[in-house]
């Protein structure tokens, strides 16, 4: 549902009509042009305002009827009535009924809904096989549309004017998707989020598809409601906007007043006749699908099930009461944040083209200025987003796929809004943690376990020989990863990472499609008030606090691939994972130690261990050695004289750099500590279970292994020293 903000109303006025009118011909939309209907009566005026609300004042119920061949609902008299834009958003009308009437409501609902049209190829087939003149014209209206706009492109080319007329032809790309209707105004949308594709210009002309389109007669909208629900308008709502609030590719927004509750919601209301539409429009486009897949050898992707994925959503977006299912159940997952707000659905007043939500008073977040004047920060916004997006995408794997910015709204108090759940995917739990995984290969430039991930994730069969892949990899991303992490640029990634994917066997699923799509939408918006920003940067701290902290044996794996290389520690890549790891204000000192605990004593950690201990030794050396030396250069110089040796450790001499390498080893692990003691949520008591499975008798023999280590290792100090000859210090356990 696109809902957007509306300015404040002006004082509360009335204005009556008493002479009889058909409803939904007062008002015209804010949002775009509109198709001719019949002017307004002289004497009833309203000021332009999107907050205005029509109040039904008569007596009779209306009936439907039809006058040349269209359906309008016959009325009595109405009055006008400007709504106060302070009263905020309703409560939950869960807070007004127990779950069980709530339940209830859905399972009516979900019976009006029984009818809902679902895609399928076969029936499209039977359908419009047998209709080849409608399907020539529909055919010939698109090629006329496209091949006009590409012959323009092709003499601006020639003349050298491509780049001069970008924006010119953008505008006009956008003003043909709209007149081609539903269907192509939903692959403008989805252009419009692919910068990978479309230069700027064409971004931002194809962005205004979101919910700048026209809208269809109120009438026919305000029927379809009483159609639906089966209940008269007057008995449903004590007012309801004269004209739509804003205006979808499948339908068209109303506020409105209920009038059981006096809640305050948002109508969303299906347009006529788009089943018709779409469902010829993909019957085309699957054709053209498997002339391609046919006949054009450079493009290695299944077409034709690239477009069935597209139009099974587009199909489920046609059935209202599925959208209240995915907007409750993307409520019961993420709006437990305080910052994320998701509306709740009025299932009495929902059938399969009727949809009632409750309303959401924002600001779009694309509208920085507007923002800015509420005192938020767009940034912290963008920043919300991507934590609930990577939420989403990587923990509980059901995501919304459609968040243009007309589907994201800044409320007053700060919360971000979700809106619009028609289109929502699924990422496989296994390609979840794949992705994760590919993270870590990608830091530790582990190109053989990168490729091998490409299975995981589904881009490659099983038979398809990944060795060829490698070097490619290797080529992009050591020229990526000479940045920090702070400075990749998520675009950068995607669009290089394309040009490798291009070049062998790939096929990319459509969830990650769609998780590009997010992401990119995300930074997008970031770069309005930022420039410089990074969604990378800005996903870093989830995805270490999840290395971290998750128990799963795939994370853990990787968790222990990313910090031990050849044998050693990388105290550097613990330390770094820390510092972003509490950048994530879900992350906690203690979660963080039990899967490392887990591992170590695992039966089938012996390795593990056997790398855990010789750490520790050297640690525990670093430590106590550091502290003699510290100790030593606190001594006056006069008696450092006194010292065997003259070394700047006194008793023991080390060689070239090994002092420095202890100290920073040392100075490393105290940072950590100080790291995890300076959490917010640090407790003492967390290291309890550390005491515990000290006690168990695998961690008495780990804890006897690392004071036996650690004792050779100062006995061969000692013993080199009273040689005073340089021997090789190998007493590691």
Not at 258 to 276: D, H, N
Request: hydrophobic fraction near 40%; aromatic fraction near 8%; charge should be neutral.
């Amino acid at each position: 549902m696109v809902v957007v903000a509306t300015p404040p109303a002006a004082a509360s006025h009335s204005v009556s009509c008493s002479s009889p009118r058909r409803l939904g011909l007062a008002g015209a939309s804010s949002r775009g042009p509109t198709p001719a209907r019949p002017r307004r009566p002289a004497q009833v005026r309203v000021p332009p305002t999107l907050g205005a609300l029509v109040e039904a004042t008569r007596q009779t119920s209306p009936a439907v009827v039809r006058q040349g061949g269209a359906i309008g609902t016959d009325v009595g008299s109405y009055s006008i009535q400007l709504a106060d834009r302070g009263n905020g958003a309703a409560s939950s009308p869960a807070s007004l009924r127990d779950r069980t009437d709530d339940m209830q409501a859905e399972t009516r609902a979900l019976g009006r809904a029984v009818g809902a049209t679902v895609y399928t190829p076969e029936l499209l087939a039977d359908k419009y096989g047998s209709r080849p003149i409608k399907v020539a014209q529909r055919a010939m209206e698109i090629l006329t549309a496209l091949g006009r706009f590409a012959v323009k492109l092709l003499l601006d080319e020639r003349s050298g004017q491509l780049d001069q007329r970008k924006r010119q032809r953008a505008a006009e790309l956008r003003e043909i998707f709209t007149s081609l209707g539903p269907t192509f105004v939903k692959i403008g949308q989805g252009l419009s989020t692919r910068p990978d594709i479309c230069p700027p210009e064409y971004l931002e002309e194809l962005s205004e598809l979101q919910d700048a389109l026209p809208t269809f007669p109120d009438a026919e909208a305000l029927s379809c409601i009483e159609r639906e629900l089966g209940l008269p308008l007057d008995s449903i709502y004590s007012s309801i906007s004269p004209s739509p609030i804003a205006a979808a590719s499948l339908g068209q927004v109303y506020k409105a007043r209920l009038k059981s509750t006096g809640q305050i919601v948002a109508v969303k209301v299906q347009r006529p006749g788009i089943e018709e539409a779409i469902g010829l429009d993909f019957f085309l486009l699957r054709g053209l699908g498997s002339l391609i897949n046919k006949y054009v050898d450079f493009i290695t992707s299944d077409v034709v099930a690239l477009i069935d994925e597209f139009a099974r959503r587009v199909y489920q977006e046609l059935n209202y009461v599925q959208e209240g299912q995915n907007a409750r159940k993307f409520k019961k997952l993420y709006a437990d944040k305080e910052d994320v707000l998701v509306p709740d659905i009025y299932w009495d007043y929902t059938s399969a083209k009727v949809l009632t939500m409750e309303w959401v008073d924002g600001i779009k977040l694309n509208d920085q200025e507007a923002i800015e004047k509420q005192g938020l920060k767009l940034l912290d916004l963008v920043n919300t987003g991507i934590q609930c997006s990577l939420r989403q995408l990587l923990e509980y794997g059901y995501f919304h796929a459609d968040p243009h910015p007309g589907n994201l709204l800044a409320t007053p108090e700060g919360k971000l809004a979700f809106l619009d759940f028609g289109m929502m995917s699924e990422t496989p739990e296994e390609a979840r943690l794949a992705i994760i995984g590919h993270v870590v290969h990608m830091v530790n430039r582990d190109y053989e376990a990168m490729a091998q991930d490409y299975y995981a994730l589904d881009f490659l069969a099983p038979d398809v020989d990944v060795s060829p892949i490698v070097p490619a990899l290797r080529n992009f991303f050591d020229d990526v990863l000479n940045s920090t992490v702070s400075e990749l640029n998520f675009k950068t990634i995607v669009d290089g990472l394309g040009n490798v994917l291009y070049q062998f066997p790939f096929t990319v699923p459509a969830y990650y499609a769609l998780i590009l799509r997010s992401l990119t939408v995300l930074e997008g918006l970031a770069l309005y008030a930022d420039p410089n920003f990074k969604v990378l940067a800005a996903s870093y701290p989830y995805f270490a606090k999840r290395l971290l902290t998750d128990q799963n044996p795939y994370l853990r794996d990787a968790l222990i691939e990313l910090i031990f290389k050849d044998g050693r520690f990388r105290w550097n890549r613990l330390e770094n994972l820390l510092v972003q790891g509490r950048k994530d204000r879900d992350f906690t000192t203690k979660d963080a130690l039990q899967p490392v605990l887990k591992l170590l004593l695992d039966p089938d950690g012996e390795e593990l261990r056997a790398l855990v201990v010789k750490e520790a030794v050297y640690v525990t050396e670093a430590v106590a050695l550091g502290t003699m030396i510290d100790t030593y250069k606190s001594i006056p110089q006069f008696m450092r004289a006194l010292a065997p040796n003259g070394s700047s450790l006194g008793p023991f001499k080390l060689k070239d750099g090994e002092q420095e390498r202890m100290l920073e080893l040392r100075d490393r692990v105290f940072r950590i500590w100080i790291l995890l003691r300076s959490s917010e949520n640090f407790d003492p008591s967390i290291l309890q279970p550390v005491l515990q499975v000290l006690q168990e008798p695998e961690g008495r023999n780990l804890g006897g292994r690392v004071v036996g280590g650690i004792s050779q290792r100062l006995a061969a100090r000692l013993l080199q020293q009273l040689l005073m000859s340089p021997v090789s210090v190998n007493g590691t356990p």
